[in-house]
């Protein structure tokens, strides 16, 4: 079972920066961040396979937000530069091991996200 804590959310005005993170109890295979705004269902923002070069960035994000990990921490980053007004949503950390791994089984589309640890969320809150 794997617990995670995540911090880092606020509020910045469009074109600002935040920095999210995310500690893992245990070391993951798969870890990432996903968010959810009021009215949408949940959007996969980026995933990696954990303490490799495997990452999935979602096409609303690529080029603005950019992960970091510490193997040694169990701790993931999501530095989140040029926010829009669009990025305003609950980011939810999450993780989780599958039993065998594949290319993509760390994608945002995976099944095995259906069954991940989930940390508390944090607000992020992009003004004009």
């Known amino acids: 079972q794997v617990q995670l804590v995540e911090s880092g959310g606020g509020s910045v005005q469009a074109g600002g920066s935040l920095r999210l993170s995310c500690a893992a109890s245990?070391?993951?295979?798969?870890m990432g961040w996903f968010r959810q705004a009021p009215g949408k269902g949940r959007e996969g923002v980026a995933t990696?396979?954990?303490?490799?070069?495997?990452?999935y960035y979602a096409g609303s994000v690529q080029g603005r937000f950019t992960m970091t990990q510490d193997n040694a921490k169990n701790t993931l980053y999501l530095q989140m530069n040029s926010l829009k007004v669009e990025d305003t949503a609950v980011y939810y950390c999450?993780?989780?091991?599958?039993?065998?791994?594949?290319?993509?089984?760390?994608?945002?589309?995976?099944?095995?996200?259906?069954?991940?640890?989930w940390g508390q969320g944090t607000q992020v809150t992009v003004s004009s």
């Open positions: 990696i396979y954990f303490g490799t070069r495997w990452t």
């Open positions: 245990t070391y993951p295979s798969c």
């Open positions: 999450a993780a989780v091991r599958p039993p065998s791994m594949t290319s993509n089984s760390c994608a945002p589309t995976s099944p095995w996200w259906d069954s991940a640890y």
